[in-house]
């Protein structure tokens, strides 16, 4: 099955900088590579994702890109906000009868202020 | 409110019990999926429902048990509860069964003492 690997497991950034998370993933058939971001006592949420026949994506403050020949991807954050603090979990989908998510053991981000 | 609702929010029991943890998709939502998410372990797929039927299976527990109600919610039942069973447990749904883009609930936090 599809395993997905995640570095750094905490990063800390000052306000006003970028931080950049990234993975690497095993099944290269995999297709669909989202973001969830995980607020303290709350569920992961989408917040940007990316499909193997694109390279890059950007929605504002965050961008996605993708390498489908080394089999990794990232996350890219500029002008990090205090409310950008939480744990940030990317994910690869395996193909199969259900397409389901495999995470990434999750990022702590904390931006000083 | 991502529009996935999941009960209890918190729930205490004791080694060897049985418990049952309740979710209701998104309205028009079809596909339910079970993760669980512990410390060490990060969120692991546990099943996955469509329409009522069974999709897919992850690193779900024989002691642990799911289903699909014809209304759409689902059921995560798990019994002779361990302490190693503590965790998070989230629901997420899905509009199709081969749809990667799901959404969460704010999860159910299981203690076993």
């Known amino acids: 099955g599809e395993n997905v690997e995640q570095h750094p497991s905490t990063l800390s950034v000052q306000e006003g900088d970028s931080a950049v998370i990234k993975c690497t993933y095993s099944?290269?058939?995999?297709?669909?590579f989202p973001w969830y971001k995980q607020e303290l006592g709350k569920g992961p949420q989408l917040i940007i994702d990316?499909?193997?026949?694109?390279g890059e994506k950007k929605d504002q403050r965050i961008a996605v890109t993708l390498n489908k020949t080394a089999k990794h991807f990232s996350l890219h954050i500029t002008e990090t906000q205090p409310e950008d603090s939480a744990v940030y979990f990317c994910?690869?989908?395996?193909?199969?009868?259900?397409?389901?998510?495999?995470f990434g053991s999750g990022t702590q981000l904390t931006v000083l202020p | 409110d991502s529009g996935v609702t999941q009960t209890p929010k918190h729930l205490i029991t004791a080694t060897g019990q049985r418990v049952t943890l309740r979710c209701s998709p998104r309205?028009?939502?079809?596909?339910v999926y079970w993760y669980q998410q512990s410390l060490d372990q990060g969120l692991q797929f546990l099943i996955q429902?469509?329409?009522?039927?069974?999709?897919a299976k992850g690193n779900i527990l024989e002691r642990f048990s799911a289903q699909q109600f014809p209304d759409l919610h689902s059921e995560l039942n798990l019994s002779s509860l361990e302490l190693g069973d503590s965790a998070l447990y989230f629901c997420?749904?899905?509009?199709?069964?081969?749809?990667?883009?799901?959404?969460f609930g704010a999860g159910s936090r299981l203690t076993v003492l």
């Open positions: 997420a749904s899905s509009s199709i069964s081969g749809a990667n883009v799901l959404t």
């Open positions: 099944d290269s058939a995999s297709n669909y």
């Open positions: 990316i499909r193997s026949n694109v």
């Open positions: 994910a690869a989908s395996s193909p199969g009868s259900a397409r389901q998510l495999t």
């Open positions: 309205s028009g939502d079809l596909s």
């Open positions: 429902y469509y329409n009522g039927e069974e999709r």
